[in-house]
């Protein structure tokens, strides 16, 4: 069965600082990879998503993620923060198996300080 | 475009009583999926559906049921209810031909027990 670890459960930054906020997963087989964001009192909105290919993604908001295959690895990153980013944040894997399920890391809140 | 919707945004109940959750996919999606976030925590997977069928199972309690119908529409169904029922109840759907369960979400439904 597949696992994801994010090891910051609270970022603190700077506006326009910055930020990776990582994710490590496990897995037999080979998965696909989520970042969600979630905003305060709402739901579960996806940023991006590594399916195959360039191990390169960006997604919206001017995030992106690096897939590293090597170190089961898959951390987001953004190069200035905004204060709008303030959200809580969700790793995400789901085994290329047809229909499975998603299971997400236990999240990291990013806080963007002015 | 049209979005995962969900009924109701909010249900208080007291313990031992019965609720229902509705969740309405994207149209020509054909799988559901249902969540469990309790506060300060990860979404749980509870179970999925594929073409009315259930396809996978997670931690759902014995008390839950739940069921796809003919429009695809799913309803989570939560009997005996407990003081730790109470959370956030995410619905998540998404297109079988995608190759991949990238996974749109609604806005969730959110259950107090008292």
């Known amino acids: 069965a597949q696992s994801v670890t994010q090891l910051d459960s609270q970022v603190p930054v700077f506006e326009e600082a910055p930020v990776e906020l990582r994710c490590n997963y496990s897995?037999?087989?080979?998965?696909?990879l989520f970042w969600y964001v979630q905003y305060p009192n709402q739901g579960l909105q996806l940023l991006l998503k590594?399916?195959?290919?360039?191990?390169l993604v960006k997604g919206i908001n001017g995030f992106e993620a690096e897939f590293n295959k090597s170190q089961t690895s898959f951390h987001l990153r953004k190069p200035s923060v905004h204060i709008s980013d303030t959200a809580e944040y969700f790793c995400?894997?789901?085994?290329?198996?047809?229909?499975?399920?998603?299971?997400f890391g236990p999240g990291t809140s990013l806080s963007v300080i002015p | 475009a049209a979005g995962v919707i969900q009924s109701p945004r909010h249900l208080i109940k007291e313990k031992r009583e019965t609720a229902t959750l509705k969740c309405y996919p994207i149209?020509?999606?054909?799988?559901v999926y249902w969540y469990q976030q309790g506060p300060g925590q990860d979404p749980q997977f509870l179970i999925s559906?594929?073409?009315?069928?259930?396809?996978d199972k997670g931690s759902i309690p014995d008390r839950f049921s739940a069921q796809q119908f003919s429009d695809y529409h799913s309803e989570l169904n939560m009997s005996s209810l407990e003081l730790g029922d109470s959370a956030l109840y995410f619905c998540?759907?998404?297109?079988?031909?995608?190759?991949?369960?990238?996974?749109?979400f609604g806005a969730g439904s959110r259950l107090t027990v008292l």
């Open positions: 559906f594929y073409e009315k069928m259930q396809s």
């Open positions: 590594y399916l195959s290919g360039s191990t």
């Open positions: 998540a759907s998404s297109p079988s031909e995608a190759g991949a369960n990238v996974l749109t």
């Open positions: 995400a894997v789901s085994e290329k198996t047809s229909y499975d399920k998603v299971i």
């Open positions: 149209p020509r999606h054909d799988t």
């Open positions: 897995s037999s087989v080979s998965v696909y």
